[in-house]
């Protein structure tokens, strides 16, 4: 690796002393290296030779938001460093960076590229393209009352229900609000898109898994109530009464760097399964 990129969540690391440390570790490992920190995606963009991987440093919602917020290219690859909580789609912990960083330079790891999702709105306020790694969510406000939801896949009416919401999620997103909604636990590396309702009034409606390829049309009615759409638990858009919701595979996949001896069901385990997991 000739050139490579190091992204923090600042607010965890406010002294900039973590960076630091990580940057100052990475180039004892790659000395014939260019190691360089990214803040934004002109860091990247900018540079003449190709970035071969961007080290992030931080939590989930840290990669979630660089994938989505840097625009990072489907070709360089993400390596996760964990100094958040979950951490679930980094590969190592912080206390583990120097064996990481071992593996890195001797090659010992493996690409898995991740499904991502794209959504437009088009409401009263405008259109907006969006990108997700794990979820696109259409739900109710805090002090709202139910909102009736009709879904539609590849122009076919599938059902409609009344609830607090609905989660379009990637196989990716499977352990994050979609787990916690009663969905079920997905294998990472396949393409498909689950639909999962949230607290359905409506007996009959289920979760369900549709292709990875299919395009799903949410309506929402009584807009009376406040409802938001909600990409990856970070941004949030206002809907209107005659919003419109579109929500399909997008074209370019997140590209993760895993070390040889990662295994996601034993991650799944201490991460999500277990009562005693490090949250």
């Known amino acids: 690796m000739k050139n490579i990129g190091v992204f923090i969540n600042p607010s965890k690391d406010k002294d900039g002393s973590i960076l630091d440390t990580i940057t100052k570790k990475t180039k004892e490992y790659f000395q014939d ?15 003449k030779e190709a970035t071969d991987c961007l080290i992030v440093l931080g939590g989930d919602g840290t990669i979630l938001g660089a994938t989505r917020d840097l625009a990072i290219p489907e070709d360089i690859p993400i390596f996760g460093i964990n100094i958040g909580n979950l951490g679930f789609l980094t590969s190592v912990d912080s206390k583990c960076t120097d064996y990481a960083l071992q593996c890195l330079k001797n090659k010992r790891f493996k690409y898995e590229k ?14 907006y393209d969006n990108i997700a790694l794990n979820d696109i969510v259409i739900a109710k406000g805090t002090l709202s009352r139910m909102v009736k ?8 009416f599938y059902s409609s229900f009344k609830g607090d919401g609905v989660i379009i999620s990637t196989p990716t997103g499977s352990t994050a609000y979609s787990f916690s909604a ?4 997905i294998m990472p590396s396949l393409e498909i898109i689950t639909i999962v309702p949230i607290c359905s009034h409506t007996p009959t409606m289920r979760s369900i898994i549709v292709n990875g390829n299919s395009t799903i049309e949410i309506q929402a009615e009584s807009f009376g109530e406040e409802t938001f759409l909600t990409v ?13 919701i579109m929500v399909g ?25 277990s009562q005693d997991g490090d949250w």
Do not use: A, W
């Open 149 to 156: 939801y009709k879904i539609f896949v590849d122009n076919k």
């Open 114 to 127: 991740r499904m991502m999702l794209k959504c437009n709105v088009s409401c009263e306020s405008g259109v």
């Open 232 to 244: 990856d638990g970070q941004k949030s858009i206002k809907l209107s009464k005659n919003s419109k």
């Open 182 to 185: 009663g969905g079920p636990l």
């Open 33 to 47: 290296s260019c190691i360089f920190t990214v803040q934004s995606n002109k860091d990247i963009q900018s540079r």
């Open 249 to 273: 595979k997008n074209h370019k996949s997140c590209n993760l760097i895993l070390l040889d001896d990662y295994d996601y069901f034993n991650v799944l385990r201490k991460k999500i399964l």
